[in-house]
């Protein structure tokens, strides 16, 4: 058998399904979502024509729709497998702020430690993050989509203008973690391939 096959499983395979289909729905949403915010631009700026998906505004509405039930069921399945299995505690607790910060000030200076599958406190942090801001992100879109059906929501998000507002820093949000979080990524080969194939490479 070879090095590689023996190699323990760091990713389990459910996990690698549920973030690569997140990876590619959260992508989707941002670039249709710029297309549809330059329809009626919430703030003195459009995003470049180029960098959105969908073309005009009705082929962005569906590429929109399609990619938010993808995003709505994978994140259900994954929060489902996450509390189920004791992959959330596991994973992402104890959460300390002191440790959070140290790691912080160690990714800034590129000394943190990493190894795949097992998060330092800064990641812990930015993993959960993005997920609230995903979960901030579906019900401010629940809530600017459907305002009368869904008016205790509306309501709840402090109405329509304040739900399109925290829709869009949601959307900015998870987009600045994205850039982080491929940088780092890319920087760290070993978990990237390791949330590929399951297996973290053997080190020589
Ligand atoms: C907005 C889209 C994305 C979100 C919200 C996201 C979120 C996450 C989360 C929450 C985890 C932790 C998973 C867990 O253990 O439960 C994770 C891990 C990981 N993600 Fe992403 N991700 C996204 C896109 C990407 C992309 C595009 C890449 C690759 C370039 C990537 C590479 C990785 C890697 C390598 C890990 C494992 C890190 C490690 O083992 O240290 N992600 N991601």
């Not at 990713?11 to 329809?39: E, K």
């Amino acid at each position: 058998m070879s090095d590689s096959a023996r190699a323990p499983t760091v990713q389990p395979l459910f996990l690698r399904i549920v973030h690569w289909i997140n990876a590619v729905a959260v992508i989707a949403m941002t670039l249709s979502g710029w297309r549809i915010y330059n329809a009626s631009p919430l703030y003195g700026f459009e995003f470049p024509a180029g960098l959105t998906l969908g073309g005009w505004l009705a082929g962005a509405l569906a590429w929109h729709f399609t990619a938010m039930w993808l995003l709505a069921i994978n994140l259900l399945a994954y929060l489902l497998y996450g509390l189920a299995t004791g992959h959330f505690r596991r994973r992402f607790l104890p959460l300390w702020p002191r440790e959070v910060l140290a790691d912080l000030c160690d990714v800034v200076i590129g000394r943190a430690i990493h190894a795949p599958g097992r998060y330092n406190a800064a990641q812990r942090a930015a993993y959960l993050l993005a997920v609230a801001a995903i979960i901030a992100a579906i019900l401010s879109g629940l809530a600017i989509w459907k305002p009368v059906q869904l008016q205790e929501l509306t309501a709840l998000m402090g109405g329509f203008e304040t739900a399109r507002r925290v829709h869009f820093f949601a959307m900015a949000a998870l987009f600045l973690f994205l850039l982080a979080h491929v940088a780092l990524a890319l920087a760290n080969k070993n978990s990237l391939v390791a949330m590929v194939t399951g297996k973290s490479e053997p080190t020589p």
